[in-house]
């Protein structure tokens, strides 16, 4: 899966996520905001007041480029977004239920 290699650097912030290969691809403005608000902007629901408001407030720096990796399965419904502050880009991609339960864990964790 693409997106594991994110997760190791993610979950434990080593090296630059400009330096992840293949994990999205470079979308519109226009096309990332629409998958975002359509899949509640991580407030679960469609059109919901929160993800509009946080659209404004987060996803709207000029200069800033979007990036998305598509649901690969029925299975990926739990969308999550990662702002790289150094490669001024916004991605979003979706984990499935037990992705994103595990995300978190790493070794020595309690």
Same mark, same amino acid.
């Given at each position: 899966?693409?997106?594991?290699?994110?997760?190791?650097?993610?979950?434990?912030?080593?090296?630059?996520?400009?330096?992840?290969?293949?994990?999205?691809?470079?979308?519109?403005?226009?096309?990332?905001?629409?998958?975002?608000?359509?899949?509640? *902007?991580?407030?679960?629901?469609?059109?919901n007041?929160?993800?509009? =408001? $946080?659209? /404004?407030?987060? #996803?709207?720096? !000029? +200069?800033?480029?979007?990036?998305?990796?598509?649901?690969?399965?029925?299975?990926?419904?739990?969308m999550?977004?990662?702002?790289?502050? *150094?490669?001024?880009?916004?991605?979003?991609?979706?984990?499935?239920? =037990? $992705?994103? /339960?595990?995300? #978190?864990?790493? !070794? +020595?964790?309690?």
């Open positions: 899966m693409a997106s594991a290699a994110f997760f190791g650097w993610h979950a434990h912030s080593i090296g630059d996520a400009s330096s992840i290969v293949g994990f999205v691809k470079n979308v519109s403005r226009e096309h990332f905001r629409r998958v975002y608000l359509e899949h509640g *902007g991580g407030y679960g629901v469609a059109g007041k929160h993800a509009l =408001a $946080a659209w /404004d407030d987060r #996803y709207e720096k !000029p +200069g800033w480029t979007y990036a998305l990796e598509e649901p690969e399965s029925a299975e990926h419904t739990r999550t977004t990662v702002t790289d502050n *150094g490669a001024k880009e916004y991605r979003l991609f979706f984990m499935t239920e =037990a $992705a994103e /339960d595990a995300f #978190y864990d790493y !070794p +020595g964790k309690e």
